[in-house]
Antibody
């Protein structure tokens, strides 16, 4: 079964760029019908979708973060990555990667996020 | 952006209780709604998608209903392992958004 694992620095200084990688195992990142997403969750708060990428390189970003976010994919390594620039303390959160599925069946486009990585805490502090 | 309002934000219940959580969307989202369960220190786990389709492996005591702007998640006969936070999510349009969460605690 497909599993996702986030990796990257747990501490980033203010104004610098946060960089995380999600490694996909147990399946190919190039499988049809799947997009690869990043979601974050500040401590004790709700979930915020950051963006997604398809293997073609096509991306969608949350407008609230769009000016600072870049998501890329490396199919040769079965990985996708997140870069968030000019970080502040407000970017401190647990960052999750997840697979977004879109399955057309019986005339309906079924959509869901599954599986998720275990999450990685990124703290922005000097 | 589509806003999702979950209610209640917190509820206290006993093992064996029937629990209902509501999620209201600020505009119609057809049936593009999913529910997730999250336990402390863990990633969210998919329970239901397309408003009422149970994810494989999820116990049948979980059920979802609704379409348009109002949705419910029902847990029949609450079990000890069900005490967690539940999140709704709309996938009708971008950006994808989540509700604020409902924490279910033991009475």
């Amino acid at each position: 079964q497909v599993q996702l694992q986030e990796s990257g620095p747990g501490l980033v200084k203010p104004s610098q760029t946060l960089s995380l990688t999600c490694t996909v195992s147990g399946g190919s990142i190039s499988s049809d019908g799947y997009y690869w997403s990043w979601i974050r969750q500040p401590a004790g708060k709700g979930l915020e979708w950051i963006g997604r990428i398809y293997i073609s390189g096509s991306t969608n970003y949350n407008p609230s973060l769009k000016s600072r976010v870049t998501i890329s994919v490396d199919t040769s390594k079965n990985q996708f990555s997140l870069k968030l620039s000019s970080v502040t303390a407000a970017d401190t959160a647990i960052y999750y990667c997840a697979r977004f599925a879109s399955l057309l069946r019986d005339g309906f486009d079924y959509r869901w996020f599954d599986p998720w990585g275990q999450g990685t805490l990124v703290t922005v502090s000097s | 952006d589509i806003q999702l309002t979950q209610s209640p934000s917190f509820l206290s219940a006993s093992v064996g209780d029937r629990v209902t959580i509501t999620c209201r969307a600020s505009q119609g989202i057809s049936s593009y709604l999913a529910w997730y369960q999250q336990k402390p220190g863990k990633a969210p786990k998919l329970l239901i998608y397309a408003a009422s389709t149970l994810q494989s492996g999820v116990p049948s005591r979980f059920s979802g209903s609704g379409s348009g702007t109002e949705f419910t998640l029902t847990i029949n006969s609450l079990q000890p392992e069900d005490f967690a936070t539940y999140h709704c999510q709309q996938l009708n349009s971008y950006p994808v958004t989540f509700g604020g969460g409902t924490k279910v605690e033991i009475k």
